[in-house]
């Protein structure tokens, strides 16, 4: 591994689906004059989606193709381009989506997460692919989490959210809210704490990480007359995971949990599905969340946002989600470096 990676990163940025506003992100990220990186990115994808991206948004700097991460010459200059093996000169239309973006996408995807394995580059950022085109160019995953965690080998792999004053973890995602009952089992519920705490010592660096549990029913059940899964499934789950150490507290009220988290009292909130933990920090963390990968082998950090084919051909896409990505992936990737050497 280069030597540089012990303080400065390399980071593996996959331009996602290259009819989105990845590529476009990615350029008004790295060209932003404001940040002083603390790392070395190295952009996976394909360079004539790169050069129309450049231009749609006016950056007047140059490129430079390299084979191996390794040849990233420094933080500012030309933007490093490795191109994955597959990809060529493909035609993509912004704001289009299409079978072959969604293998693009996954070929940078699959090559990322090879560097990162590897140990060639100490984290990987993914902009925003298309599911429905991943999965007609013959990758069956139901988005980039599930994807790279097969890659990985993880079983016990876990979504969280992150902004500054919230951080959510999510027991179920991307499944209907009818299912969501069924998924809820006090190994899942226990699996997602567990998974949860050991990301905030070991990733963000917390020494005594505070977790607030939220409820699947209104009132927290009120007492078994609105459900029992509070007192039958997610109350143990809570017990278990606290007689291993883990300080986890609840099942508290969903409608006020988060609130109490904002104001300082969790570190971060164990939410039962998809909408009940995001829709409260997509109101505060529109545009500036980060999607963090739990308990992988490798650093994953990814924009919050989609593809925004409404965006892509504007030049308009904030990049500011992709900014914090890339800062995250950065201090996770140093924070691993420093405990790997205790």
Same mark, same amino acid.
């Not at 506003?21 to 350029?27: K, L, N, R, T």
């Not at 988060?258 to 109101?283: C, I, N």
């Given at each position: 591994?280069?030597?540089?990676?012990?303080?400065?990163?390399?980071?593996?940025?996959?331009?996602?689906?290259?009819?989105?506003?990845?590529?476009?992100?990615?350029?008004?990220?790295?060209?932003?004059?404001?940040?002083?990186?603390?790392?070395?990115?190295?952009?996976?994808?394909?360079?004539?989606?790169?050069?129309?991206?450049?231009?749609?948004?006016?950056?007047?700097?140059?490129?430079?193709?390299?084979?191996?991460?390794?040849?990233?010459?420094?933080?500012?200059?030309?933007?490093?381009?490795?191109?994955?093996? #597959?990809?060529?000169? @493909?035609?993509? $239309?912004?704001?289009?989506? *299409?079978?072959?973006?969604? &293998? !693009?996408?996954?070929?940078?995807?699959?090559?990322?997460?090879?560097?990162?394995?590897?140990?060639?580059?100490?984290?990987?950022?993914?902009?925003?692919?298309?599911?429905?085109?991943?999965?007609?160019?013959?990758?069956?995953?139901?988005?980039?989490?599930?994807?790279?965690?097969?890659?990985?080998?993880?079983?016990?792999?876990?979504?969280?959210?992150?902004?500054?004053?919230?951080?959510?973890?999510?027991?179920?995602?991307?499944?209907?809210?009818?299912?969501?009952?069924?998924?809820?089992?006090?190994?899942?519920?226990?699996?997602?704490?567990?998974?949860?705490?050991?990301?905030?010592?070991?990733?963000?660096?917390?020494?005594?990480?505070?977790?607030?549990?939220?409820?699947?029913?209104?009132?927290?059940?009120? #007492?078994?007359?609105? @459900?029992?899964? $509070?007192?039958?499934?997610? *109350?143990?789950?809570?017990? &278990? !995971?606290?007689?291993?150490?883990?300080?986890?507290?609840?099942?508290?009220?969903?409608?006020?949990?988060?609130?109490?988290?904002?104001?300082?009292?969790?570190?971060?909130?164990?939410?039962?599905?998809?909408?009940?933990?995001?829709?409260?920090?997509?109101?505060?963390?529109?545009?500036?969340?980060?999607?963090?990968?739990?308990?992988?082998?490798?650093?994953?950090?990814?924009?919050?946002?989609?593809?925004?084919?409404?965006?892509?051909?504007?030049?308009?896409?904030?990049?500011?989600?992709?900014?914090?990505?890339?800062?995250?992936?950065?201090?996770?990737?140093?924070?691993?470096?420093?405990?790997?050497?205790?």
């Amino acid at each position: 591994m280069d030597n540089r990676m012990q303080d400065c990163p390399i980071i593996a940025v996959t331009m996602g689906d290259p009819g989105g506003v990845g590529p476009e992100i990615i350029i008004k990220a790295l060209s932003d004059r404001q940040h002083r990186w603390q790392f070395i990115p190295v952009v996976l994808g394909e360079i004539s989606v790169l050069e129309q991206a450049g231009r749609v948004v006016g950056w007047d700097g140059s490129f430079e193709l390299i084979e191996k991460p390794r040849q990233a010459k420094d933080r500012v200059g030309p933007i490093h381009v490795l191109t994955p093996q #597959g990809l060529g000169d @493909g035609v993509f $239309e912004p704001g289009r989506g *299409s079978v072959e973006g969604g &293998r !693009a996408a996954a070929l940078c995807i699959e090559e990322a997460v090879g560097l990162a394995m590897a140990g060639e580059v100490g984290a990987m950022v993914t902009c925003p692919i298309n599911k429905a085109m991943l999965n007609r160019a013959g990758y069956a995953f139901e988005g980039h989490t599930q994807m790279i965690a097969s890659l990985t080998g993880c079983d016990t792999y876990v979504m969280m959210l992150a902004g500054e004053r919230l951080r959510v973890s999510l027991v179920t995602i991307h499944v209907p809210l009818e299912k969501v009952p069924g998924l809820i089992t006090e190994a899942s519920v226990f699996n997602t704490i567990s998974v949860t705490y050991e990301a905030l010592v070991r990733d963000f660096g917390l020494q005594e990480p505070r977790i607030g549990v939220a409820a699947l029913n209104p009132h927290a059940g009120e #007492g078994g007359m609105f @459900g029992k899964e $509070e007192k039958e499934i997610i *109350s143990p789950a809570i017990e &278990r !995971a606290r007689s291993e150490g883990a300080n986890a507290q609840g099942p508290f009220p969903a409608d006020t949990l988060f609130w109490r988290a904002t104001r300082g009292e969790f570190d971060s909130v164990v939410a039962m599905y998809h909408d009940q933990g995001l829709a409260p920090l997509k109101l505060i963390h529109f545009y500036d969340a980060v999607n963090v990968t739990l308990g992988l082998p490798i650093v994953r950090t990814s924009v919050d946002h989609g593809t925004a084919y409404d965006l892509a051909g504007t030049g308009k896409a904030n990049h500011r989600s992709l900014v914090n990505a890339l800062e995250m992936a950065a201090r996770i990737a140093n924070n691993r470096k420093r405990e790997g050497s205790r």
